[in-house]
T-cell receptor, first 108, second 114 residues
Framework: EDKVVQSPLSLVVHEGDTVTLNCSYE??????LLWYKQEKKAPTFLFML????IEKKSGRLSSILDKKELSSILNITATQTGDSAIYLC????????FGAGTQVVVTP | KAGVTQTPRYLIKTRGQQVTLSCSPI?????VSWYQQTPGQGLQFLFE???????NKGNFPGRFSGRQFSNSRSEMNVSTLELGDSALYLC?????????????FGSGTRLTVV
C-alpha cells in the first residue's frame, strides 16, 4: 500500500531559527514530490521535485529530493511568524497522495 | 482568473442524512480531485474526475460518490452521514496533466455531522 510519512508532526520554534521538515514515501509509479503550505484552508504550492539531488529554492525555503532514500526535506531558514502553517508533502504516482503534514509554529 | 470555488463553505448535517458538495474548477481545467482532511490525518484522496469520467479512486466506502459535468464542475455526495464524516472537504483542479504539477485548491467545505 502506498504511503507518505512526514516528521515531525509538529514543532515550535523561535523567530530566526532554521526548520527542517522530513518526508518519506513508498509510492508505486513515482513521478514527482510536491510541498504545499496550508495556512487556513486552501493548500498553496511551494515546490515540485522530480530529480534526485537538485535543490529547489525560493527565498528562505528550499527543498531537495533523494530518490535512492525515497525521501525529501524542506528547509526554512530565518523563520518568521508568517511561516506558521501546516506543511504538506505530497507524492504523485498517478494521483496526488499526501502525508499527515507538519504543524509549524513560529513564536516571536 | 477566478480560482477554484467550493460551495457551500460550511454545512451542518444530522447523522443519516446525505449531503452534496460542489466544486467549480479554474476555467480550462478538466480535472477535479476531492480530498477529505481531518486533524492528524492529512489529506485523504477520495477520487479524481477528468472529462466527466472517474480517473482514480481512493479507499473510501461507497457512501462517497462523485460526478463531473460537461462544464468540468464536479459534485461530491455523501450518503448516510456518520459522525466520522465531519471534516474539511477540499477539491483541487488542474489541466489534466499526469505529472503532479498545477493542482490549485479551493478553500474547502467544512462539514459537521451531529
Amino acid at each position: 500500500e502506498d504511503k507518505v510519512v512526514q516528521s515531525p508532526l509538529s514543532l515550535v520554534v523561535h523567530e530566526g531559527d532554521t526548520v527542517t521538515l522530513n518526508c518519506s514515501y513508498e509510492v508505486t509509479n513515482f513521478r514527482s514530490l510536491l510541498w504545499y503550505k496550508q495556512e487556513k484552508k486552501a493548500p498553496t504550492f511551494l515546490f515540485m521535485l522530480t530529480s534526485s539531488g537538485i535543490e529547489k529554492k525560493s527565498g528562505r525555503l528550499s527543498s531537495i529530493l533523494d530518490k535512492k532514500e525515497l525521501s525529501s526535506i524542506l528547509n526554512i531558514t530565518a523563520t518568521q511568524t508568517g511561516d506558521s502553517a501546516i506543511y504538506l508533502c505530497a507524492v504523485f504516482g498517478g494521483k496526488l497522495q499526501f502525508g499527515a503534514g507538519t504543524q509549524v509554529v513560529v513564536t516571536p | 482568473k477566478a480560482g477554484v470555488t467550493q460551495t457551500p463553505r460550511y454545512l451542518i448535517k444530522t447523522r443519516g442524512q446525505q449531503v452534496t458538495l460542489s466544486c467549480s474548477p479554474i476555467s480550462g481545467h478538466r480535472s477535479v480531485s476531492w480530498y477529505q482532511q481531518t486533524p492528524g490525518q492529512g489529506l485523504q484522496f477520495l477520487f479524481e474526475y477528468f472529462s466527466e469520467t472517474q480517473r482514480n479512486k481512493g479507499n473510501f466506502p461507497g457512501r462517497f460518490s462523485g460526478r463531473q459535468f460537461s462544464n468540468s464542475r464536479s459534485e461530491m455526495n455523501v450518503s448516510t452521514l456518520e459522525l466520522g464524516d465531519s471534516a474539511l472537504y477540499l477539491c483541487a483542479s488542474n489541466a489534466g496533466e499526469q505529472r503532479g504539477y498545477g493542482y490549485t485548491f479551493g478553500s474547502g467545505t467544512r462539514l459537521t455531522v451531529v
